[in-house]
């Protein structure tokens, strides 16, 4: 069991505890919660909406360091504790939270709870769930809603092909009408030039 894990974790409570009063004061009194014994506490990991600019501020922590809490509470198993968000859905901590039942234990597990000040708390925000690609062969643009930049000649190749296609068409016609244009304007090599010169070159 990790000694700074525990240590990080609990710094991480202790710094949204005191973080809300400044929450409450930006965004407005958080929404009423189902259970009246937990606390409730803004989701970290999620942005929030403040109700009088109507704009959305970013998580407080990027998504870097949503890994490294999950990490370092997977480490202690204390993964009850963190807020659930992007890197880590609901579903996703409590599958984590029976596994870790069936292998450490309650009781060793309520113990490192208590020291990471693991009171219940209540993370107002909800998380929202990505829809899972079926197809793992385009697993590239799966969440995209568009293809990335790439090169030049990548976002023109279609149109190019097209447009060689119809040249080549009637590309027969198009020679012998040349040939037939220019044969005429071709110059006689045997034949003396009508244009003479007057002036001199000093």
């Known amino acids: 069991m990790s000694t700074s894990a525990v240590q990080a974790l609990k710094k991480f409570r202790l710094h949204e505890l005191k973080g809300l009063h400044g929450h409450i004061s930006r965004f407005g009194p958080l929404p009423a919660t189902q259970s009246s014994s937990a606390l409730s506490l803004p989701n970290p990991f999620l942005p929030h909406k403040n109700p009088q600019t109507g704009r959305w501020a970013p998580p407080k922590y990027s998504l870097r360091r949503q890994a490294e809490l999950i990490k370092k509470a997977k480490a202690s198993n204390n993964l009850d504790i963190i807020p659930p ?15 870790l039942d069936a292998t450490v234990g309650s009781s060793q597990k309520m113990s490192v709870v208590a020291e990471a000040l693991a009171f219940p708390v209540d993370w107002v925000g909800k998380a929202g769930q990505k829809e899972k690609n079926i197809n793992p062969g385009s697993r590239l643009y799966a969440e995209k809603k568009r293809m990335f930049k790439g090169h030049k000649w990548e976002r023109v190749r279609e149109r190019r092909a097209a447009h060689h296609s119809m040249i080549l068409k009637d590309m027969d016609k198009r020679v012998r009408r040349y040939k037939k244009q220019h044969l005429k304007k071709r110059p ?15």
């Open 85 to 99: 968000g992007p890197k880590m859905s609901v579903d996703a901590a409590s599958a984590w939270s029976a596994k």
């Open 188 to 202: 006689n090599p045997l034949k003396v030039s009508r244009k003479t010169s007057t002036k001199l070159p000093f």
